[in-house]
């Protein structure tokens, strides 16, 4: 990138710039540990239990956890390879399919869906730290719950001391959150390990958990409903990580080559996903017959543990907390943000904003609320990020043959500028991947306010990531067809 044009342009900052040689320097080892840092965690490690709950049995569950993410690796590594041969983050991949203006739509919602994340993540933190407090006094803390806020001013000093945790990570920068991912990881395997130990000993087996039969088989609840609870699971489950299939180039733009993000990431995600929900399984199994009840909450669970044990598992489940927020909720908004006024905000800027707002969204607030409709929820925004991966993977493969013109991606008036900044093809790709999808999901979250939306819609429904990645993906091709030599000829440098 020449100075003349880091200086004129209003797409352009320094953390948005391609990465030189000397800053790629993560191996695939690094990715893997990114992945198995990420893949360790509480929402992760509870996905199964919404399978268990809902007929399946556990080889069921562990297996529709390990295919969603088998499935939704290829996306990753697709768009994960602009990443590493041009150096650029996400927010500037888009620029080559919705123009540079337009690109600014695919990272706010990006962003928007991290931010929630983030906050809901940091509250998680927080309980930790106010459970073990709790323990280590011996009773309940924290007193009458303060007016208009709805917690009480340990858990509210609890969240704060959280949050400012992950400040320090994000003051600095992208290689302390590589360190940390790198560290952490084959901890958070021994602790696992440790665990399974613990639960075998106490409870003298696994339990009855893994034992129990499928609500699907003929005679159980469920009979021959199996595929009509399977489809929408496995679409849930992908949307789990359809967030970071998408801003994969972020982490990929400091990989050393395309063989390392292409080991590290097919090592290190489906394989841990399938094997956590396989330890999330028999761990619970075996509070079956430790507690009585099924504790599919590992929060809960460590504060049940006794002595020490209780002290190191919520310590570890902090560390655990820390590493996969920033790494899966704030690195992408961080540049989304910037992305969206290059010329004044940076990424830590970005960063900072993100942390504001994990701040303002009061996520307890959120989960009271929302708290049934997660798995919903990851369904309904896998309908948006859908269409988006189908489009970013069309045109840089089937349009571009992977050729990009890095420079013209920083220039307001060059090839990617396409009508005023938008590519109107990429905006009614993406329209019409999303709105197959919209009566399912009014009917999903609001059964009482839509209820005669058709089976054709909740069907489509079913299937919303396949379905918006799969019609937006056809659409954005067929249009840009004609389009495609244009789009392939370099422009006329000023």
């Given at each position: 990138m020449n100075n003349d044009l880091s200086g004129s342009t209003q797409l352009w900052n320094e953390d948005l710039a391609p990465t030189s040689?000397?800053?790629?320097?993560?191996?695939?080892?690094?990715?893997?540990?990114?992945?198995?840092?990420?893949?360790m965690c509480i929402p992760a490690y509870t996905l199964s239990a919404s399978l268990i709950e809902g007929g399946m049995s556990a080889y069921q569950a562990v297996f529709t956890v390990f295919l969603a993410n088998a499935i939704v690796l290829l996306p990753m590594l697709a768009i994960g390879h602009a990443g590493t041969k041009y150096g650029i983050p996400y927010a500037v991949l888009a620029r080559a399919s919705f123009g540079t203006a337009g690109a600014r739509l695919p990272a706010l919602m990006r962003a928007i869906v991290a931010c929630g994340w983030y906050g809901i993540q940091t509250w998680f933190g927080g309980q930790m730290i106010y459970t073990l407090i709790g323990v280590l006094l011996g009773g309940e803390i924290g007193g009458a719950k303060i007016a208009g806020l709805g917690i009480n001013g340990m858990q509210l000093l609890c969240f704060l001391a959280f949050w400012a945790i992950q400040f320090w990570y994000i003051v600095h920068g992208m290689d302390a959150i590589r360190k940390l991912e790198t560290y952490t990881a084959p901890l958070k395997i021994l602790i696992c390990f440790v665990l399974l130990g613990w639960v075998y000993q106490k409870a003298g087996g696994f339990g009855p958990l893994l034992e129990q039969p499928s609500q699907f088989v003929e005679g159980g609840k469920k009979a021959g409903q199996f595929w009509s609870s399977f489809w929408p699971s496995l679409t849930a489950m992908v949307g789990?990580?359809?967030?970071?299939?998408?801003?994969i180039p972020d982490f990929t733009r400091f990989a050393k080559t395309q063989r390392d993000q292409l080991v590290g990431q097919s090592v290190g995600l489906p394989v841990p996903m399938g094997l956590l929900a396989a330890l999330a399984?028999?761990?619970?199994?075996?509070?079956?017959?430790?507690?009585?009840?099924?504790?599919w909450d590992p929060v809960d669970l460590a504060s049940r543990m006794t002595g020490v044990a209780v002290l190191v598992a919520l310590v570890i489940l902090l560390i655990d907390t820390v590493s996969v927020n920033l790494a899966a909720n704030l690195v992408g908004p961080a540049y989304d943000f910037s992305a969206l006024a290059p010329k004044h905000i940076s990424y830590?800027?970005?960063?900072?904003?993100t942390a504001s707002i994990a701040l303002v969204m009061m996520p307890w607030k959120v989960l009271e609320s929302t708290q049934g409709y997660i798995f919903t929820w990851l369904i309904g925004y896998s309908a948006l990020l859908g269409p988006i991966a189908g489009i970013l993977i069309v045109d840089y493969y089937l349009i571009r043959k992977t050729e990009l013109?890095?420079?013209?991606?920083?220039?307001?008036?060059?090839?990617?500028?396409?009508?005023?900044?938008?590519?109107?093809?990429?905006i009614v790709a993406f329209i019409l991947g999303v709105v197959p999808n919209i009566p399912g999901f009014l009917n999903a979250a609001f059964p009482a306010s839509f209820p005669g939306v058709g089976d054709a819609f909740k069907t489509i429904y079913t299937y919303a990531w396949f379905v918006g990645i799969a019609i937006s993906a056809l659409v954005?091709?067929?249009v840009m067809k004609g389009r495609a030599a244009?789009?392939?000829?370099?422009?006329?440098?000023?």
């Open positions: 040689a000397a800053q790629r320097t993560w191996r695939w080892y690094h990715f893997a540990a990114l992945w198995v840092g990420m893949v789990f990580w359809a967030t970071l299939a998408l801003n399984v028999i761990v619970t199994s075996a509070t079956v017959v430790l507690y009585g009840k099924a504790i830590r800027a970005g960063g900072y904003i013109n890095v420079e013209q991606l920083y220039r307001e008036d060059g090839q990617y500028s396409y009508v005023a900044g938008w590519n109107s093809a990429a954005y091709g067929v244009a789009a392939l000829r370099p422009a006329a440098q000023p």
